[in-house]
């Protein structure tokens, strides 16, 4: 009835990102330490080893890794649709990616195979197998419900400050791109749709990749001839 959308013209304002408390190497090692033995000890790990979200961790099966647990493949994700748990495809195209796991997590996954394979053959009625990584205590599906919260339980107990699962992933970006590790690859790692959104969720991690370069920079002089520091000071002078 109109000839043009008034709403064209509107300019909606910027979404806000939640802020996210920095999560270091020490606090890293206190936590898994904490956490040894604990049913979400390998969702912990997995989180921080690859950047992987909520859904994508309780949805890993163990037909997505490699044989020699050196890869794995994100191809879904395990949604809360009460009262029933769904298996939905990753958020983005780019989410449905190969992640290269960490020597790091491989500890972790062959010890959950093997405790996995001995609490299901102790059940008198083993239900019908999921085949996922990251399982209840019977092996069927970790509810993501029940993961958000023994971890908000540990945080509590632990005397942590305010740290969501979801930081977990958060710490996994920062702690890469700290190691010089190129934003692109990040991204990926993260399932990203673009390398913008992760430069954008992690500028203040810039700063500090802005003073490595500038040292970097410095570092290629350092062993210059002296007529070459006679020209740089030449230079400045006139």
């Not at 206190?30 to 979200?53: C, N, Q, S």
């Not at 996954?109 to 083993?126: F, G, H, K, S």
């Not at 029940?146 to 710490?171: C, E, I, M, Q």
Request: net charge positive; aromatic share 6%.
């Amino acid at each position: 009835m109109i000839a043009s959308n008034p709403v064209d013209g509107a300019q909606p304002p910027r979404p806000r990102r939640p802020e996210f408390t920095a999560i270091d190497t020490a606090l890293v090692e206190r936590i898994l330490t904490d956490l040894r033995g604990h049913p979400i000890e390998l969702a912990v790990a997995i989180a921080v080893a690859t950047g992987m979200r909520r859904g994508e961790i309780c949805g890993l099966r163990w037909s997505d890794l490699d044989e020699n647990l050196t890869a794995a493949q994100v191809r879904r994700t395990l949604q809360v649709a009460r009262p029933n748990l769904i298996f939905e495809h990753p958020k983005t195209a780019r989410s449905r990616r190969a992640v290269a796991l960490p020597e790091f997590l491989r500890p972790y996954l062959i010890a959950q195979r093997e405790r996995q394979a001995q609490r299901i053959a102790a059940l008198e009625r083993p239900g019908p197998p999921s085949g996922v990584v990251v399982d209840g205590t019977d092996g069927s599906l970790m509810h993501p419900d029940a993961l958000t919260n023994s971890w908000r339980r540990y945080v509590a107990k632990a005397g942590l400050p305010h740290l969501r699962f979801h930081d977990l992933r958060h710490a996994h970006a920062t702690l890469m791109l700290l190691q010089g590790v190129h934003p692109k690859v990040v991204s990926e790692r993260l399932g990203h749709s673009s390398v913008g959104i992760t430069l954008d969720t992690y500028s203040h991690v810039l700063p500090a990749m802005q003073a490595e370069a500038v040292r970097a920079f410095d570092e290629l002089f350092t062993t210059t001839s002296g007529a070459v520091r006679a020209e740089a000071r030449r230079i400045r002078w006139t």
